[in-house]
């Protein structure tokens, strides 16, 4: 634990923090804050103190903590039935179905449960359809990887990651993967071949820090995609479904996917609900009893998933994400020169780059949770800054002002 927050931590936290030492697997290393309560976008912890949430749970709670709408399409659902299978037809998976189809601009939907599960999903359906439709030879398939990507943490998906962390101990890979570097449309042109089946990307790279590649990236990879018959697989699981001032990121530089993956935010923050969203003709490959999930499209998890997108179908959360882009970029750029070394801003999400100096992400992030404002480290000293979207403006200058702290406290 982090040395000044270490020594200032309460007596119930301190206990709870011991219980978790003992009895759980040591695969997190979080900052030293036990979470027992949350409110819009603020959470409490064991021993009172109140913090400003700005990671919302990687996305999943961009509607906020406690989202009463959300929360109340829970309670309904549990009184009635929460899990039938997929061997029965429940009464909310086709309406919950038919309404994100409708707000993602899709043919189809292929219901999962975490997002490296439809990450997973939308591997193998690009196969099938790349063997099935495209006629690529038996084991041949290829897809094409971004370098930094993330995109979960199964088996096969580490297997074209190239964070050592992710990938070290975890062999023998899976193979048919292909990485060329991100935002180089170039690149990917040159590593194409009649083998390629999809090329998977993320339109907005949130683990590796909030890279945000040039405008014209995407309708390249477009291009290209289109060139040579392979499908654009787009994961929105953290980009999506309000974060960046749109349902999808895609919509940033109109640019229209094969399939998307979805996660994360489509449960509310309540339960874990995914998708592969896309066309017809792609995910109409599948075959009964070729994939599938005990717990995928759920009762319950319908029920949360079509109050989330009838809340997404009014646009005022990405309204709120449009509105707050600016307030938070203005003051980011104020910190420029001042130990921020570079900001990448979209809608209210921010990947910040700390002057390796000051110290790393993760000691900056020790010190503002210090200050009541919880943000997450990710390679070195970079932080990300994603609040849920319920956020206020003075909420934002009171986040970003803990930062110009604890950096002047540190120079």
């Not at 349902?247 to 995914?274: C, E, N, W, Y």
Request: proline content about 5%; hydrophobic content about 45%; glycine content about 12%.
């Amino acid at each position: 634990m982090a040395t000044a927050m270490s020594a200032s931590l309460g007596a119930a936290t301190a206990a709870a923090l011991a219980v978790e030492d003992r009895s759980l697997a040591h695969n997190y290393s979080p900052l030293p804050v036990v979470i027992a309560s949350g409110d819009g976008a603020w959470v409490t912890d064991v021993d009172g103190k109140r913090y400003l949430d700005g990671l919302a749970a990687y996305s999943a709670v961009n509607f906020g903590h406690g989202n009463q709408r959300l929360l109340d399409a829970a309670r309904t659902q549990l009184d009635r039935v929460t899990l039938t299978s997929r061997a029965f037809v429940n009464d909310r998976l086709g309406p919950f179905a038919t309404a994100l189809a409708d707000l993602t601009g899709t043919d189809m939907v292929l219901p999962m449960n975490t997002g490296a599960e439809a990450v997973e999903s939308a591997i193998k359906v690009s196969r099938a359809w790349g063997y099935r439709v495209k006629g690529v030879p038996a084991d041949r398939a290829t897809i094409i990887v971004a370098s930094g990507n993330f995109h979960g943490r199964t088996t096969t998906i580490v297997s074209f990651s190239d964070d050592p962390t992710a990938r070290n101990d975890f062999g023998p890979f899976t193979p048919g993967f292909r990485t060329v570097p991100y935002g180089d449309a170039d690149a990917l042109r040159a590593a194409m071949d009649d083998t390629v089946v999809a090329v998977l990307l993320e339109p907005i790279q949130g683990e590796g820090g909030v890279v945000i590649p040039p405008a014209s990236y995407l309708p390249a990879v477009r291009e290209v995609c289109d060139e040579f018959g392979a499908l654009l697989v787009a994961d929105e699981i953290q980009s999506g479904l309000g974060r960046t001032g749109h349902t999808l990121a895609v919509q940033r530089v109109g640019v229209t996917p094969d399939l998307i993956t979805l996660g994360k935010a489509l449960g509310g923050g309540i339960v874990p609900v995914s998708a592969v969203v896309g066309r017809r003709d792609v995910l109409g490959v599948l075959r009964p009893g070729e994939h599938g999930s005990t717990f995928g499209g759920n009762p319950l998890a319908a029920a949360v998933g079509s109050e989330v997108v009838a809340v997404l179908a009014e646009g005022t959360f990405q309204q709120r994400a449009l509105d707050g882009e600016p307030v938070l970029r203005g003051l980011l750029e104020d910190l420029v020169g001042h130990g921020v070394v570079a900001h990448r801003v979209a809608g209210l999400w921010a990947g910040i780059d700390i002057d390796p100096a000051l110290g790393t992400g993760k000691e900056i992030a020790h010190d503002m949770a210090d200050r009541g404002v919880l943000v997450k480290d990710t390679h070195g000293s970079t932080i990300r800054f994603a609040p849920p979207l319920v956020v206020t403006d003075d909420e934002v200058r009171h986040a970003i002002g803990a930062l110009g702290e604890v950096l002047r406290a540190r120079s």
